[in-house]
C-alpha cells in the first residue's frame, strides 16, 4: 500500500495526513510466506531463534536468503523482527552490564548523568556513546560482544556492508515513565517545521539510511516496559508528518504492541515505525537495553565516534583471535565492522588516491589486511596513523 498525501508541490502536509488510510496499512496482517526462517509470529512481529539459524549465518549461502528476508521484514512487513538468543551465552552481556553499571556512576558524579530523547530529565540513566566508552574501558569485552554474526547480519541486511555502528545505554529504573510515540534519526530528531521542509522524496528516503536496534542486557517482561511498537507503521510515507499529531499518537496507544525480551534478545527495527519506550510498571527490574543506531555509509553517524582509537585498542584481541583461530572469519568480521571506519570518504585525493579501484583503503580493510599480513601492534599503530595524515585536509 502507498498513499501519497503530499501537496502539489512535492511536500508532506500535515493537514492532509489521513487517519483512515494510516488505519488501513496497520490492519495488515504477517503473512507467515513472507518470514518462511521465522521460528514463530507473535503480534505481527517474527521471531528469529538463531540457536537454529546460527550456522546459516556464519555461511554464505543461506546467510543471504535469511539477509533478503529480514530486509523485506523491516521494508515491506511489519517493520520489525526479533532475533531470540543473539547471544548464545550472556556472559559478555552481563560483564558489558557491570562496565556500563560503572560509567553511570561515574557520569553521574561528574555532571547528574546525560540528558534523554523523549523523555523526562533524570528518568532515566542514559550513557551516550556507549560504543566508545565500553571498548576504552574493556577492549576485550567489546571484541567478544561485537563479535556477534546475528547482530552484523541485521546489520548488512537493512544498510548494506560498511555501515557505522554507534549505540547509546538506556536505563529505565521502575517507575520510569513511557515515551510518546515517535519516528527515529534522521527525520525523526528534527522539529516538525524542520522535517516539513524537507520534500516527500527526501522522507522516502530517510528510513534508509539508519537501523534501530536493541540489546536486551536484562530479561525485560511487559511489565518492565519493553518498546511499544507498531507493525506495518513504516509505510506511512507521511509518518515523519503524522507522528507528531495527537489523532496519530492516540492511535498508536490505542494499537501499539509489546513483546517481553529474554537476556541476550535483540530487537531490530525500521527507524520509520512508530515506537516508544514502554513504562516500566514493575517494582524491582531496571531495565537495561544497548540501543544500537546503525547508519549507512552514505549516511551520517549522529554520534562522533575515535573509531582510530577504537581500532588500536582492540588490534591486540583480534590479532590473538585470528593468530589461534579463536573466532571464525564472520564473527572477526563482525567486530572489526562495529568499530572500524568503512568507508572511504571524505578523504583528500592528493595524499590518498584510490588503490586498485575508485576508492582509497578504508580503516576496516586496513585491519583485516593487518591481521592477514601479521602485523604486529606497532606497525599496525604506525599505519593507521600515516592513514589518518593522508586523509586531513
Known amino acids: 500500500m502507498n498513499h501519497l498525501i503530499e501537496t502539489d508541490a512535492g511536500y508532506f502536509d500535515s493537514a492532509a495526513c489521513d487517519l483512515h488510510a494510516f488505519t488501513a496499512i496497520i490492519d495488515q496482517t504477517?503473512?507467515?510466506?513472507?518470514?518462511?526462517?521465522?521460528?514463530?509470529?507473535?503480534?505481527?512481529v517474527p521471531i528469529y531463534d538463531i540457536s537454529k539459524l546460527?550456522?546459516?549465518?556464519?555461511?554464505?549461502?543461506?546467510?543471504?536468503?535469511?539477509?533478503?528476508?529480514w530486509a523485506r521484514a523491516l521494508q515491506a512487513g511489519a517493520g520489525v523482527l526479533v532475533l531470540r538468543g543473539a547471544y548464545a551465552d550472556t556472559t559478555v552481556i552481563d560483564e558489558a552490564t557491570a562496565i556500563f553499571e560503572q560509567i553511570i556512576a561515574t557520569e553521574k558524579l561528574a555532571s547528574g548523568g546525560g540528558g534523554d530523547h523523549f523523555a523526562a530529565s533524570g528518568s532515566n540513566d542514559r550513557i551516550w556513546n556507549s560504543l566508545q566508552k565500553l571498548c576504552e574501558e574493556a577492549p576485550e569485552v567489546f571484541f567478544r560482544y561485537f563479535a556477534n554474526t546475528s547482530i552484523a547480519a541485521a546489520c548488512e541486511a537493512w544498510l548494506g556492508p560498511n555501515y557505522q555502528m554507534t549505540a547509546q545505554i538506556n536505563l529505565v529504573h521502575p517507575g520510569g515513565a513511557a515515551q510518546q510515540a515517535h519516528r527515529d534519526y534522521h527525520l525523526g530528531f528534527q522539529t516538525a517545521e524542520n522535517s516539513a521542509e524537507y520534500p516527500a522524496h527526501v522522507h522516502d528516503i530517510s528510513p534508509a539510511l539508519t537501523l534501530q536496534g536493541a540489546v536486551a542486557h536484562c530479561d525485560m517482561p511487559v511489565e518492565s516496559g519493553p518498546t511499544k511498537l507498531l507493525p506495518f507503521s513504516q509505510?506511512?510515507?507521511?509518518?515523519?508528518?503524522?507522528?507528531r499529531r495527537d489523532d496519530f499518537r492516540a492511535l498508536f496507544e490505542e494499537r501499539c504492541i509489546q513483546l517481553p525480551l529474554a537476556k541476550g534478545d535483540a530487537l531490530f527495527f525500521n527507524p520509520a515505525l512508530f515506537h516508544a519506550a514502554?513504562?516500566?510498571?514493575?517494582?524491582?527490574?531496571?531495565?537495561?537495553?544497548?540501543?544500537?543506531?546503525?547508519?549507512?555509509?552514505?549516511?551520517?553517524?549522529?554520534?562522533?565516534?575515535?573509531?582510530?582509537?577504537?581500532?588500536?585498542?582492540?588490534y591486540p584481541h583480534a590479532l590473538a583471535a585470528h593468530q589461534k583461530s579463536?573466532?571464525?572469519?564472520?564473527?572477526?568480521?563482525?567486530?572489526?565492522?562495529?568499530?572500524?571506519?568503512?568507508y572511504s570518504f571524505p578523504t583528500n585525493l592528493d595524499r590518498d588516491p584510490p588503490k586498485g579501484g575508485l576508492a582509497p583503503e578504508?580503516?576496516?580493510a586496513l585491519f583485516a589486511r593487518a591481521l592477514a599480513e601479521g602485523l604486529?601492534?606497532?606497525?599496525?599503530?604506525?599505519?593507521?596513523?600515516?592513514?589518518?595524515i593522508k586523509q586531513l585536509a
Open 30 to 44: 504477517t503473512n507467515p510466506s513472507t518470514v518462511p526462517n521465522a521460528d514463530d509470529i507473535q503480534k505481527n
Open 54 to 69: 546460527r550456522p546459516s549465518l556464519e555461511g554464505t549461502e543461506k546467510r543471504r536468503i535469511i539477509m533478503v528476508e
Open 235 to 243: 509505510l506511512y510515507r507521511a509518518g515523519y508528518t503524522a507522528w
Open 278 to 314: 514502554g513504562a516500566n510498571t514493575s517494582n524491582d527490574i531496571h531495565r537495561m537495553a544497548n540501543l544500537l543506531q546503525v547508519s549507512s555509509a552514505f549516511g551520517r553517524a549522529m554520534e562522533t565516534v575515535d573509531r582510530e582509537k577504537m581500532c588500536k585498542l582492540l
Open 326 to 342: 579463536a573466532l571464525g572469519a564472520l564473527a572477526l568480521k563482525a567486530a572489526i565492522s562495529a568499530s572500524a571506519e568503512g
Open 362 to 364: 578504508t580503516q576496516q
Open 376 to 388: 604486529d601492534f606497532h606497525e599496525f599503530e604506525a599505519v593507521l596513523d600515516e592513514m589518518r
